[in-house]
């Protein structure tokens, strides 16, 4: 039997769990691995710690990191590799992929997203619901979108980048992209006009960088 897991029991794991139902192979089994406190079941499902998982009756094991912050999902996928545990990724039935994707392992793709062409996409990308990547764009590792992101043609997204709900990213020039960088963040509903530098939070419309008080 192959045990395939989810790895987060909370709402980011309970939306990927009934995507993965569909997929699921003949002689194999679904279940959550969470650490934290939750009940034995979740949603039908048995939920595990992480050495519970490696602990249970099973030929093989795969994991798919269905948690929002990059940098947790990078630590988690870490573990799981020096586990030998292998990475599955997970689409909804309605998810639209155009020409010339190619999309790392570990990549959750929600309801309604959409990759039209010619995009390149890193390891554990998630894409929330109704999100969509446009033409000539070249997306890193552990990058996140939150629910219907608008990600236009000729954009670079680099590693561990967050895009919040309902932001507009400007489309960019060939041979000049618009770039996202690394561990940068993306406001709700932000319109994202310039270059993001590594690191930097922006928000609004135009999109400047976040002031705290």
């Not at 590799?81 to 155009?98: K, Y």
């Not at 618009?178 to 590594?198: F, H, Q, W």
């Not at 419309?205 to 008080?213: F, G, Q, R, S, V």
């Amino acid at each position: 039997m192959t045990l395939f897991g989810v790895y987060g029991a909370s709402g980011c794991g309970r939306g990927v769990m009934p995507l993965l139902r569909h997929i699921l192979p003949e002689e194999a089994e679904a279940v959550f691995i969470d650490d934290g406190d939750h009940p034995p079941r979740v949603n039908g499902h048995r939920c595990l710690t992480w050495e519970a998982f490696l602990a249970d009756e099973a030929e093989t094991r795969a994991a798919c990191l269905a948690i929002a912050n990059g940098a947790v999902r990078a630590r988690l996928a870490d573990t799981c590799a020096s586990a030998g545990v292998g990475f599955f990724s997970v689409r909804a039935g309605n998810v639209v992929i155009m020409d010339e994707v190619a999309i790392s392992p570990g990549a959750i793709l929600s309801p309604f997203v959409t990759l039209t062409s010619n995009i390149r996409i890193g390891h554990h990308f998630h894409a929330n619901i109704g999100s969509y990547v446009e033409h000539d764009c070249v997306i890193g590792d552990f990058v996140t979108f939150a629910p219907g992101v608008k990600c236009n043609g000729n954009i670079v997204i680099e590693d561990h980048a967050y895009i919040g709900t309902g932001a507009i990213l400007r489309q960019g020039r060939p041979g000049a992209p618009l770039t996202i960088g690394r561990g940068a963040g993306v406001g709700m509903g932000a319109v994202v006009t310039k270059d993001v530098p590594p690191g930097v939070t922006v928000v609004g419309n135009p999109a400047k960088p976040l002031i705290k008080d």
